[in-house]
């Protein structure tokens, strides 16, 4: 099922050692067999073809690549692959079910809070953990857990909303629920 | 019974963005995320040094890695005339190093192969030998005598400058400061800042030997230069050559030029013929693709005591690296510098240029600025704070005792531009309302006499938006005009392409929203598509915040030309003559019985099932639109901080904005370019720099030494509008997109030096980070950014 890492150990001159992992991905077990120097960030994106999460900088600065990680947040640029082994990963793919999107996809789209896109799927995983430790947060609050995430397009204020848009509407949810 | 256009996400309406859909399910398209087969992977070597002869290149360890395919070097690529190419101003460039590096970063080979990984790890097998040269960081070194020459490859360059080029009038101006009480003076550095998008550049290559046709994915801003420059540059027909800028993450000028990259991952497909995939780390984006800025700008202003400028002098020295490779129009060799003072009344005014080689990397792209707008508006408004103080004048009055007053329009400036529209005045008054500015002093003098450090800045600045008009403005010969094709279908739906390509912008967003405008078909009937040279008309691309001037006027005009056939259209389908026909949003009427009507998609359908005898079937219209002006756009910014004396700390109290673009299609996206800009000043008068030290090192090749601001510093912004409307734009629009990055570094430092200036200091070079700020406040003096190399 991926053709990079299969095709490096299929080269008649390579000698590479493969290591066998097993990834939930968004709820499904993802079985792949991968050098142990691959990147977590390019087994989700040229591996899985889960091209929703980008690398932006290479030095775990940008946040990009954030996604999920058993429900932290964490960058997936400096996680070796075979670090996941055994863990549960959440990208922004596995934020919308097949007919609703994400109350923080939403809102953002709702509140302008993106425009070039490419920091937008790292801004909502971001988001997601923030949310489900603090479904109310203070702006203050909201600027601290997206420090990580860097964007170039839109100044921040319309993410702030926007998350603060979806906070709202997940807490109305939650109480039509109750 | 015409449609409501707001709610048919016509002009006006805050429509939600179309291309968010894909965006926020993290499904955007992105060049790094398209896959083909058989596709190789590239990676560059850089050079480490930043001057430097070329002894030799071992390549053998790197040919024995398994899986690679090819290994590149400067002498495979002379052997194909590809080691040089031009640059956008009439330069050339290194494709891969051939006698020597000029700058650390340059490219000095590429290794092709199975994947990223195996090619990262051949590239560090290949061996260079170099032989270290004099390094040259700035126009100081590269003009003194017996300076190392940089460019040795060239003929008829026998020194390190460029060019000397001059405008105005010097005659005027020397008797303008002849007849002057008061002479202000500003020596200012306005640094090297790189415009890092995001994504950094790449592109995938696909040359097809059996059809001969070239297909190349890339990280563009302008897909049809790119097309034209690799037909020059590679040799091959410009029909068999299709560019594709699929969605951009980010471009702010960087993803203007042609780069080495590209060149060589096109060799590399027609030598391997397969795909071949190259893309930058984010070092490399960041040591090796256009930066903007690093200009020494001088001024000199010739002041009445009643506050009246007299005149002003400027002279500039930029550094444009090894390569001059600035995007601008070819008549200007300082991009728009000579727009300074655009908004002001100033009679007399002359400017003088010198630009240098240096061993650092290319510059002088328009980093989200219409050509060295960004540092014509930052010297304008530094000026202009100098000059206040040295009158003894407030900042507020003494500005607008010299703004354009609105009944001088058009407006004849010193340097030849001719502006059009603007309230200038009115967008002085709503920002001092807005900040407070009518009690600010007593609350600055409260406050000091607690030991608070408070201050307020103001910037003004109307910029010339939206190149060209095709008489002035053109790039390598071709002139800046734009293009629109729109097609209406059978059922009213439609497809709107331009030449245009957007980049966060909302293209697709806004450019149905006018059409929705002239026509009535609903925004979300009408699919919106750039980037492809294949399908889309010829256009100059995006920067320089002309999209919206050039492009939108485009689309207005297509379909105006749309509509204007539908009206025959509907004389036939009431069978009443044209000339009895009157129209309203989305529907032809006859005049004087308004019951008696058709829709614009009656229209349509008419257009492929029922037209007129002798009419051409089909509802479509391609227009190219050349604007008789610039637009230009006005900004009135007020900035108010606190400086903390114990650490040099600034923070932002209140920011207001006053913006008058025009007409807004879509105010929600405006604000959001606005927003934009704004974090983006406060950047680089706050953190955002780069930097060489003596050896050439550049300090600031990654996101920890380049500093880019986050959600938890960047301020909040006050956004407020006044709206004049552009007299010669179809829809009264004005550019926006880079308003807020040209006006905003002014306003923050002039606040800055506004809350500190009472100690002697007139001036610290951006950035006006703590230490810098601290420095001032301790010793009293100016802070200069200027060489000797400061390296914090």
């Known amino acids: ?178 | 019974m015409s449609v409501d256009e707001i709610k048919i996400g016509g002009m006006g309406a805050s429509r939600r963005r179309v291309e968010d859909n894909r965006f926020i399910r993290g499904k955007g398209k992105y060049v790094d995320d398209v896959v083909l087969p058989g596709m190789l992977h590239m990676e560059i070597l850089r050079a480490d040094v930043a001057h430097a002869r070329i002894k030799s290149i071992d390549t053998s360890a790197a040919w024995e890695v398994p899986g690679v395919r090819l290994v590149l070097t400067g002498e495979t690529m002379a052997a194909r005339n590809l080691a040089w190419m031009p640059t956008l101003s009439y330069d050339t460039q290194a494709v891969l190093a051939t006698d020597k590096v000029r700058f650390q970063g340059q490219e000095v080979a590429a290794v092709i192969a199975d994947d990223p990984y195996i090619a990262k790890d051949a590239c560090a097998k290949i061996v260079v030998e170099y032989e270290s040269l004099p390094v040259i960081v700035n126009p100081d070194q590269a003009a003194a005598p017996g300076a190392a020459l940089i460019r040795d490859d060239k003929e008829n360059q026998p020194t390190n400058k460029i060019f000397d080029w001059e405008i105005g009038d010097k005659a005027g101006t020397d008797r303008a400061f002849e007849e002057a009480d008061v002479i202000s003076t500003i020596d200012l550095h306005y640094p090297r800042s790189h415009p890092s998008p995001l994504e950094p550049c790449g592109s995938i290559a696909d040359y097809d030997r059996a059809t001969g046709k070239l297909t190349v994915y890339m990280t563009t801003q302008a897909p049809h230069i790119i097309r034209a420059a690799v037909a020059m540059v590679a040799e091959l027909p410009e029909h068999q050559i299709r560019i594709i800028s699929p969605d951009l993450g980010g471009g702010f000028g960087n993803k203007v030029p042609v780069y080495p990259g590209y060149v060589i991952s096109i060799l590399a497909s027609i030598l391997t013929e397969r795909p071949v995939k190259w893309i930058e780390d984010k070092t490399g984006n960041l040591i090796s693709t256009g930066f903007g800025r690093d200009v020494y700008l001088q001024g000199q202003m010739a002041l009445r005591k009643d506050g009246k400028i007299l005149g002003m002098r400027m002279h500039t020295i930029s550094d444009h690296g090894a390569f001059f490779s600035d995007a601008q129009p070819t008549k200007f060799k300082i991009g728009l510098m000579h727009s300074t003072f655009a908004c002001y009344d100033v009679p007399a005014a002359h400017l003088t240029s010198t630009g240098y080689y240096t061993n650092k990397a290319p510059g002088g792209v328009a980093y989200r600025c219409s050509f060295r707008v960004t540092e014509a508006m930052f010297f304008q408004e530094r000026m202009m704070h100098a000059a206040a103080n040295d009158l003894g004048m407030d900042q507020a009055e003494f500005r607008r005792v010299n703004l354009v007053k609105d009944d001088m329009f058009p407006y004849r400036t010193a340097f030849g531009f001719l502006t059009d529209s603007g309230q200038y005045d009115k967008c002085m008054q709503v920002g001092m309302e807005a900040i407070g500015y009518a009690t600010f002093k007593e609350e600055q003098e409260e406050a000091r006499k607690r030991g608070r450090l408070l201050g307020i800045g103001i910037s003004t600045m109307t910029e010339p938006l939206g190149a060209g008009n095709s008489r002035e403005y053109d790039i390598l010969g071709i002139k800046m005009f734009d293009s629109a094709e729109l097609r209406v279908h059978m059922s009213g739906k439609a497809i709107l392409r331009t030449g245009a390509k957007t980049q966060g912008q909302g293209h697709e967003t806004t450019w149905a929203q006018i059409v929705a405008h002239e026509l009535g078909i609903p925004a979300d009937d009408i699919v919106v598509e750039e980037g492809d040279t294949d399908t889309a008309p010829f256009g100059m691309g995006t920067y320089a915040s002309r999209s919206t001037p050039v492009a939108g006027a485009a689309v207005a005009m297509a379909a105006r030309k749309v509509r204007a056939k539908a009206r025959k259209i509907a004389a036939h389908l009431l069978e009443v003559s044209e000339e009895d026909i009157e129209w309203e949003l989305g529907r032809f009427y006859v005049r004087g019985n308004h019951d008696r009507g058709v829709t614009i998609q009656d229209c349509a359908l008419a257009a492929y099932s029922n037209m007129p005898d002798g009419m051409e079937p089909g509802l479509e219209n391609v227009s190219y639109y050349d604007p008789p002006n610039l637009t230009w756009p006005f900004a009135a910014y007020f900035c108010k901080v606190e400086v903390d004396p114990a650490t040099g700390v600034w923070d932002v109290l209140n920011f207001v904005a006053v913006d008058d673009c025009g007409v807004r299609i879509n105010p929600m996206i405006v604000e959001g370019q606005v927003m934009g800009g704004l974090t983006e000043a406060y950047a680089m008068a706050n953190m955002q720099y780069i930097t060489f030290d003596e050896a050439g090192n550049c300090i600031g090749s990654n996101y920890m030494d380049y500093l880019l601001p986050t959600a938890w510093e960047t301020p909040g912004f006050e956004l407020h509008e006044v709206v004049t409307p552009c007299p010669h734009h179809p829809i009264g629009a004005k550019g926006v997109g880079e308003c807020a990055t040209v006006a905003g570094p002014a306003a923050f430092v002039n606040a800055v030096m506004n809350a500190i200036e009472h100690t002697g200091v007139r001036n610290i070079d951006m950035p006006l980070q703590p230490n810098r700020v601290f420095e001032a406040l301790q010793t009293g003096q100016d802070v200069s950014g200027m060489p000797p190399v400061r390296v914090e």
Request: with cysteine.
């Open chain 1, 1 to 178: 099922m991926t053709s990079l890492y299969n095709e490096v150990a299929a080269d008649p001159g390579a000698d590479v050692p493969t290591r066998r992992v097993s990834i939930s991905v968004n709820g499904e077990k993802r079985t792949v067999d991968v050098e142990p120097r691959l990147l977590l960030a390019h087994l989700l994106r040229q591996g899985l073809g889960l091209t929703g999460t980008h690398t932006g900088c290479d030095t775990t600065n940008c946040g990009a690549c954030t996604v999920l990680f058993d429900g932290r947040p964490i960058k997936s640029c400096t996680m070796l692959a075979v670090q996941a082994d055994g863990h549960e990963v959440e990208t922004v793919e596995g934020l919308a079910s097949a007919s609703e999107l994400h109350p923080i996809q939403e809102g953002f789209k709702e509140c302008h809070g993106l425009q070039c896109g490419y920091c937008t799927p790292g801004m909502m995983m971001a988001t997601k953990a923030l949310l489900e430790k603090n479904p109310d947060p203070t702006e203050d609050e909201v600027r601290w857990a997206l420090s990580g995430n860097l964007c170039r397009c839109t100044g921040y204020q319309n993410i702030v909303k926007s998350v603060l848009w979806a906070a709202e509407k997940m807490r109305g949810d939650e109480g039509e629920e109750a």
